[in-house]
């Protein structure tokens, strides 16, 4: 049996120890470290209703005998309790971003310097299996050298980000930090070279957010018959759930002056090989409008692709040849985050390695800060980099 340790048990940790016990069904939570011990209780298994629950990570480290640990705390908190594991050798599962400022982030860097505690970041993009057979054709040559890359993300459920605890800017730092996470660490991985310089724009407050209460819900609201974010307006028009909800156009969404997630963003940004690309993210997309790839560019060829179609094209410039390749359906993350429970559970068991170590969180949120950065100030910023 494995024993795992927990900081953290929210949904988002329900749905990941569901999913691993996919990869390993002989595991149990035996420890846990969360302030409401009675909402961790009721979003644990059956098999896991055992778990000690524990003051601190120090607590749980030294008497919980782990195999591995989980850290999937609210954005802020990530890094601190890195910082504290890092002391330990215990395999942890680090979820992102793995810091929500530079001062953060150095931190972080810093306390994993001599380090032997092995991580796993979750950035099941760059693992899944469309991303790893694009990286396959790229290290095949089959385009040449990868001189430009062209990477969406239009979020279909972008509403989450005015909703509830993600609306939060003190815990969030925007949709950088949060979302450009994941594209900025598979961008690099595909054009293996790490991003160095970054110019970037941002629009805040133009479509969510506004003066309504901070507490308003739908079911208080007089506008919920015609405001197309009402539950029932979101079933009638299939972009949405009956679910009752905080308004979107709240004051607690944050205002562009005080601090509040983005309703899209853009980053052009360099790579030190030479290359460039764009990225652009936008949260008010509804229905089949959602898209998440990228369109990778060398002087042989192009490869393009999509995750919601999960299809990959290929491109030959010098040959009346295209080809289209399909991933199966129905896989988290686009087949990802079953990737990296595999990684995971085989550093427990002493039989692989990370694929996504601390290096990989650390050099996404340096890139991601020096977007922030420039969107802020108008100005290219310079992308601190691991080690410097």
């Not at 459920?157 to 605890?165: A, N």
């Not at 995750?307 to 040849?321: A, I």
């Amino acid at each position: 049996m494995i024993r795992l340790g927990v900081v953290g048990y929210g949904r988002r940790c329900k749905g990941l120890i569901n999913l691993f016990r996919e990869v390993e069904p002989d595991i149990r939570v035996v420890g846990v470290v969360d302030s409401d011990e009675a909402g961790a209780k009721s979003r644990m298994s059956e098999e896991d209703k055992d778990a000690v629950f524990y003051s601190g990570l120090a607590e749980m480290a030294s008497k919980g005998k782990l195999d591995g640990l989980i850290i999937a705390t609210r954005c802020n908190l990530h890094t601190p309790y890195a910082i504290e594991a890092a002391k330990y050798d215990i395999p942890l599962y680090l979820e992102k971003p793995v810091a929500v400022s530079m001062e953060q982030a150095v931190s972080l860097e810093k306390g994993f310097e001599n380090a032997k505690c092995p991580v796993v970041v979750s950035f099941p993009l760059r693992t899944s299996p469309l991303c790893q057979i694009t990286n396959r054709y790229l290290r095949e040559d089959r385009i040449g050298n990868p001189e430009h890359i062209c990477a969406t993300n239009y979020v279909s459920y972008g509403t989450v980000y005015w909703k509830e605890g993600y609306r939060d800017y003190d815990v969030t730092r925007g949709l950088f930090l949060q979302k450009a996470t994941h594209d900025f660490d598979y961008m690099m991985y595909l054009m293996d070279s790490p991003i160095v310089r970054v110019a970037a724009m941002d629009c805040k407050g133009r479509v969510f957010g506004g003066d309504k209460p901070a507490s308003l819900k739908c079911s208080e609201c007089g506008e919920a018959d015609t405001c197309p974010e009402s539950p029932a307006n979101m079933m009638r028009g299939h972009y949405g759930s009956d679910a009752d909800h905080v308004c979107l156009f709240s004051e607690a969404c944050g205002n562009p002056e005080t601090g509040m997630n983005e309703d899209s963003s853009s980053a052009l940004v360099q790579f030190a090989s030479g290359a460039h690309g764009v990225y652009t993210q936008v949260f008010y997309t509804r229905r089949d409008a959602h898209e998440r790839g990228a369109k990778i560019s060398g002087y042989k060829g192009t490869l393009d692709f999509n995750w919601y179609t999960n299809d990959l094209k290929y491109v030959r410039h010098f040959e009346p040849f295209s080809d289209v390749i399909k991933a199966d359906e129905g896989m988290s993350h686009f087949g990802g985050d079953h990737e990296l429970a595999h990684d995971f559970f085989g550093i427990i068991k002493g039989k692989g390695e990370s694929r996504t170590p601390i290096e990989t969180g650390l050099r996404s949120v340096y890139s991601c800060l020096a977007a922030q950065e420039s969107a802020e100030t108008g100005q290219f910023v310079r992308v601190r980099q691991v080690g410097s």
